[in-house]
């Protein structure tokens, strides 16, 4: 590992409550669930977008690599790493973390 590149492969180092995510997919076009295209042109509300964390800094407490996030795309930042594009956030930007799936075998969750 080298001054320039973490252990994760990404030439940058982030600094306090900022989570580096990557898109899930693409932004455009949407299907409904029976199957219907919507154009990214047919908005009626505010749409939140669901993206894979790549990186978070040292005071983020809530994510960690690898979390799915749900955020408001109207409130990031892009940055290109390697040819890639990613989405630059602020912890307090991020409204959800996706759960983790019950395992197939397991007997589910008790209360």
Known sequence: MTDTQTSDGLPIRLLHDRVLVQLEGNEGER???AGIVIPATASIAQRLSWATAVAVGPNVRAVA???RVLFDPDERSEVELHGREYIMLRERD???VAAKRVEP???GLYL
């Open 31 to 33: 299907r409904s669930a």
């Open 65 to 67: 690599t690898g979390d």
């Open 105 to 107: 075998d397991s007997t």
């Open 94 to 96: 991020v409204h959800a």
